[in-house]
Each structure stands twice: as C-alpha cells, then as structure tokens.
C-alpha cells in the first residue's frame, strides 16, 4: 500500500492549475448512456473514480477511450447496452448509482448493487428509487432490503416530484431519467450545486429540455432522443479550496488558475473571515496567508450555496492552528468527524459532541502516523504534516487519489516537502 511522508515546509508559493471537477465529470459519463452516439469528455481528471467510472461503463458495454494525454474520455455506448452493473466496480464508488436512470431508458430492466465509497456516513438512495417510482419505475422491495437496487419500466412519465432533501445524486439521476421521459418533470428542492449545473449543460447540448438548474427548481420537458456531444468539464472547486486552505495554513502566496471564484462564496468568505488575503486576477485567484494573522471562526456545513461539507475537514485542519477557539457544525454527514482523531494524534486537542467539533487552536502540531479515513480528511491531514514538527506519515492514500489529480506533484511544485512511497 502506498503512503505519503509529509515534512513541515515552508510557505506555499507559485501557481497551481486546477483540475477538471471529480463530481461533475462523473454524473456526465453515466449521462453518456442516454445515447448511442458518441460523446468527448474534455478537461476529464486523471483520477481513481474516473477510471472505475470508464470500467463500469465498459462491463455495460460501452467503448471507452481514455486519452491521459489530453485529458480526455470518449465514450461510444452503442446499442447492445447491458442493465445489470457488476458488484466488484460498484462497491468502489458510489457515484455507481448515478447509471440506474440511463439504464432504465436503455435496457427497461437494471439491476445495480448499493454501492460504496467514503464511510461518511449514511448517503441513502431512497430519494433516488422516489423519484424514479414517481416516474412510473418499479422496485423489487425484496431485493433492495439485501442491497440490490432491480429496477424495471417500459415507459417513464414526468411527474412532479420533491426530494425531502437536496440530494446531488438524487436530483442527477432524476434528471437525467426525466430527459427521454414522456411529458414534463418538475424537480422540487432540487441540488443547486455547480456540478448540476454542468451536467444540464451537458444533457440540453446532447437535445435535453431542462429548465432552471441551479435553482431549487428544475424543470425537464421530455425528448424522443438525445445525440452524442463534445463537452468540457468545470475546475474542481474542492480541489481549488483545499490549495486556497494550503496557501492559508503554510502562510503562503499562491495563485490559483482555472478556478471559478463564484463557485466558492461560502469558502473565500470564511477564509477572508479568518483573515487571508483573497484577490482575482487576469490569471486567477491569488490567495496570501502571509499578510495577516490567521483568526480562528465557526463554521456550519450547509447543501449549496452554503459551506460545502467537502471542505469541511480541510478547513478544520486550518482552525487547528489558528488564533483562538473555533466551532464546526456539520449537518449534511452524521460520521464525518473521524479526522478528529487523527489531528489529535498530532496535537490538536479538538473535542467533539454530536455533530459540533470545538477545535481550541493556537495548536503546534507534531508530526505522527495519520490514516486518510476518507478523500477529504486524507487531504487535510497532508495540510496538516505541512505545519506540523517533523514528519506525519498518511496512510489509506487511495482514498486521496479518488479526487485529486497529481497531488503529490501540485503540492511539491508550490514548494511542499512531501512524497509518496510505495510500501
């Protein structure tokens, strides 16, 4: 198993480029299924769920292309699409889940295991099979209490639907059901996050009707038939907040390239908050930790636009050194404070109650043996060895190279005392 040895630096400085977007790119290959023709996927990152993504698509039939070397997935499902996705692909990602609306128009019959990922806590499908069930799609009951998600329809309907909550992979697989559905479908308390947005881009420049992405509501007129397309995918605002948080927490000077500002509201307003300089330029985004002290704040996870959970233990691994208490609400994932206990393996001292974590700050972190125990808290915990005294050794890396795209490269270049080994 690989691990990353992380050294305290120095102040992070440079620029940095940032990556097509891990949870857009992946809604938009499933999305290919819902043609035969076939689709370019640009600025598609070199990531771990990228190619089980491909893999998965490829065991349901399609022809797959992956061009490392510009970034790029072409993917030509055909017309032999098969509707029973294999368990060994599924248990890796859970955005698995998000080919059961394509397939359905497909095949009339799919048949996915619940699938894994992050143990974040619990990231049930039952706003999923609703929607879906308002479209005329019937569970097999029995099958989805021993974790198997059998679907059947021949004919689905728009309805008008409302998720009890704003479910990103809820809303993606309703509205991509609803493109080739018979009448319309009126998506209410629908996700509002960027990604949803790139993946109606998507969807209406393939023939879709969708109305109103980005907003609580969406709107989806049905269509005959969707064509294959040429799409570019959106920066990865997680990964530009977690190198905004870098230059923050090193005392750093870093500019930020291919980022879209707007995209992170709710992250440069708490960072600004805790006192680091954030300015846009003709180039991108310049973030300084070095011009003032860094201020300690609370914050509260929120659907979007509110502070994205994702970026909710990277910052927490800001709030560890800064000056005076903080307090994290977390209200979008029951279990996702187990980073907690790996900062206090390097002096952090953080207490948690419920869903609210006190982090007391002013911390000199040491050095220690830390697990990335999920894909964003094992980014926080190399922010983390970047500051700490001597060496932090981070081990379960896999869950890290599910998101960020040559990490270990992006970080060394800005000036980072970090490497991977093989053990």
């Known amino acids: 198993m690989a691990k990353f040895l992380v050294q305290k630096s120095g102040p992070l400085k440079g620029e940095v480029t940032i990556s097509g977007s891990k949870n857009a790119v992946l809604p938009i290959m499933a999305a290919t299924l819902l043609t035969e023709d076939k689709c370019e996927i640009n600025d598609a990152p070199d990531l771990r769920d990228v190619e089980v993504m491909c893999k998965l698509l490829e065991s349901l039939g399609c022809d797959v292309d992956r061009k490392l070397e510009n970034n790029s997935v072409e993917v030509i499902p055909g017309k032999d699409v098969k509707g029973e996705a294999p368990y060994d ?24 295991p619940l699938p894994g990922g992050c143990a974040i806590g619990k990231r049930p499908v039952e706003l999923h099979l609703k929607g879906l069930k308002a479209m005329g799609v019937s569970i097999d009951e029995d099958k989805l209490s021993r974790g198997i998600v059998d679907a059947r329809a021949d004919q689905l309907t728009g309805n008008t639907i409302y998720l009890d909550f704003p479910s990103v992979g809820a809303t993606e697989v309703v509205m991509m059901a609803a493109t080739l ?63 905004m948080i870098g230059a923050a927490i090193t005392k750093g000077d870093v500019l ?15 960072l600004s908050e805790c006192g680091v300089a954030i300015s846009m330029t003709e180039e991108g985004m310049r973030v300084r930790g070095d011009v003032n002290p860094i201020l300690a704040t609370n914050i509260k996870t929120l659907p979007y636009p509110g502070f994205p959970t994702d970026m909710q233990s990277p910052f927490m691994a800001l709030l560890t050194v800064a000056k005076g208490p903080s ?15 790996e900062f206090n393996r390097m002096g952090a001292n953080i207490k948690t109650d419920g869903n609210a974590a006190m982090i007391p700050g002013d911390k000199v972190l040491e050095g220690a043996q830390v697990v990335a125990t999920d894909l964003r808290a ?14 932090t050794e981070v081990s379960q890396i ?26």
Request: no cysteine; glycine share 10%.
């Open 89 to 112: 692909l599924v248990k890796m990602m859970r955005a698995s889940i998000l080919v059961l609306g394509a397939l359905i128009h497909r095949t009339g019959h799919a048949v996915i």
């Open 398 to 423: 896999y869950h890290i190279d599910r998101g960020y795209e040559n990490f270990v490269d992006k970080l060394k270049a800005l000036g980072a005392n970090i490497m991977r080994v093989e053990d």
């Open 256 to 270: 930020i390239k291919n980022v879209v500002p707007s995209h992170l509201k709710a992250v440069i307003a708490k």
């Open 181 to 243: 559905a018979k009448g319309t479908t009126v998506l209410e308390n629908a996700a509002q996050e960027p990604e949803i947005v790139d993946l109606a881009s998507f969807l209406n420049k393939m023939g879709a009707r969708i109305k109103g992405a980005g907003t609580d509501t969406v709107k989806i007129v049905g269509v005959d038939s969707l064509k294959g397309v040429k799409h570019s995918v959106i920066p990865d605002r997680i990964e530009a907040g977690t190198f």
């Open 327 to 341: 307090v994290v609400i977390e209200t979008v994932f029951e279990n996702r404070f187990m980073h907690v206990g």
């Open 378 to 391: 094992g980014a926080a915990v190399v922010l983390t060895g970047l500051v700490a005294e001597g060496m």
